[in-house]
């Protein structure tokens, strides 16, 4: 969806204004937009970026959120009161809809993007729900964003370090989200015959983010999130058939149909591994 008439200038006003910062270096479009997948009540995802050595004034950034507030006052938080990975940022409520500030620590980013490049990722399961937040998605939003104001290339360079996906990267989270998949599913077995719903459940879902997880290390497809994530693999060359009826058929269960969704399970698990092609070897037999 194109961006609408007052939404675009909104969003140029804004830009324009927040590029006067000092310590601002460049400011992107993110989110659905950046994307593509926007609806008529999609947020305007605004990335601003900054070196970790001269950050930008948090209160510069509060008079412009409070400029284009309407009838509520903006939530402004300082650097890394989010979280370790989604760093801070706020929510503004303005006349024509919502709009969120992203701080974006370049340096934490670029990092980021050489550990993907060795194969070194990470996911902080308290940042995001519902299944955390992945440091994939730092690659992602970098890939998709539009830049906005980007004097010096800071995000050029960027985007043309994740213009490939990495090889490394991709042998890695399929490995590592495989075998933890594989290893969910034994608990899972045990603790279905216990009708232990709690424990069941939460295996089921947890093994599911990491095998959605490892479809799209197979096709390589950065992640840029958990919402619409299924959509995005139904489109991909590499996924199991009818994957979306087989997930929710799966994550949907009662005290009576546990053993048999951690069947189901069991099953869409393999047929994954057998779409990796010898790419995933569990790290040993489990008995």
Known sequence: MQISDNKQKLLD???AELKLIDGVKAIVLGG???VGAATESSDLDIGIYYCEQNPFDIEKVKIVANKYAHNEKPTVTAFYEWGPWVNGGAWINTEYGEVDFLYKNIDQIAKTIDNAKNGVWENHYEQQPPYGFS??????ETHYSLPLFDPDDVVMHLKENVKQYPQKLKQSIIQQSLWSAEFTIWQAEKLALKADIYSTVGCLARAMNNIVSALFALNEIYPMGDKRAID??????????????????ILSCDKNSLKDNVEHLKFLFNEVVELASGQYKPYYKLQ
């Open 232 to 249: 995005i693999i139904e489109t991909a060359k590499n996924k199991p058939t009818n994957l979306t009826n087989k997930i929710n058929s």
């Open 32 to 34: 659905s937009y950046a």
């Open 13 to 15: 006003d804004i830009t």
């Open 135 to 140: 440091s994939v998605i730092f690659l992602s």
